[in-house]
């Protein structure tokens, strides 16, 4: 069975430019994650999907931002515009639901780094 | 809001000894509580996890234990070998919140 699917793996950009990361989540996952590592931290949420609704979006900046679920399937979380501050490793994870606490399986992430 | 707190942030030991990370929650709401793995370039990795209904949950050489009253909860590795080296998180999920806050990770190097 194929994990959690990210892409790009690593991103490169200048400050002030837009960047997006995909997420595909295992096969029949209804609950999708965002988060957000900084170097030598762990894991911190920035948005919680249950299918396509996003039911915890409280730690996302949302003046730069944005996340979408549209068919409740793959993800697209997107920065615009990136600032130095932002180069971090964006984590994708999934589970099965997040009603009662189960596992929730990882991605390998996206390394972004904002010059 | 929630916190989990976790030592020590490196440990180094040798091959064949134990390794022993231990964690501090807040949110008296929390009642699951994962440990994972998170090796270079890669994700974390769920490796133990302990409900809060269990006090010591053991597979093979790892072992987790939870004192609910302290909030405490702690993961134990026996007979460490290098493979183990790696980044380790614990976490703790409020069911109040629905959230998974991590800890802030130990850096174990296990020396052949």
């Known amino acids: 069975e194929a994990g959690v699917v990210q892409s790009p793996r690593y991103k490169i950009i200048e400050k002030k430019q837009p960047v997006a990361f995909w997420c595909n989540p295992i096969?029949?996952?209804?609950?999708l994650y965002w988060y957000l590592q900084n170097l030598g931290q762990g894991p911190e949420l920035l948005i919680r999907y249950e299918n396509e609704e996003a039911v915890d979006d409280s730690q996302l900046p949302k003046d730069r931002f944005s996340a979408e679920r549209l068919k409740g399937v793959d993800s697209t979380l997107k920065i615009q515009p990136a600032e130095l501050g932002d180069s971090a490793v964006y984590l994708c994870?999934?589970?099965?639901?997040?009603?009662?606490?189960?596992?929730?399986?990882f991605g390998p992430g996206t390394r972004l780094t904002v010059l | 809001g929630e916190n989990v707190e976790q030592h020590p942030s490196t440990l180094s030991v040798q091959e064949g000894d134990s390794a022993v990370i231990k964690c501090t929650y807040s949110?008296?709401?929390?009642?699951?509580f994962p440990w994972y793995k998170q090796e270079l370039g890669k994700g974390p990795q769920l490796i133990i996890d302990i409900r809060s209904n269990v006090g010591e949950k053991k597979d093979q050489r790892i072992a987790v234990t939870l004192n609910k009253t302290a909030k405490h909860f702690s993961l134990h590795i026996t007979e460490t070998q290098p493979e183990d080296s790696a980044v380790y998180f614990c976490?703790?999920?409020?069911?109040?919140?629905?959230?998974?806050?991590f800890g802030q990770g130990t850096t174990l190097q296990v020396k052949p």
């Open positions: 949110d008296s709401a929390s009642n699951y």
């Open positions: 976490a703790a999920f409020s069911s109040n919140t629905g959230k998974l806050i």
């Open positions: 994870a999934s589970s099965w639901t997040s009603g009662t606490p189960n596992e929730q399986f």
């Open positions: 096969s029949g996952h209804n609950t």
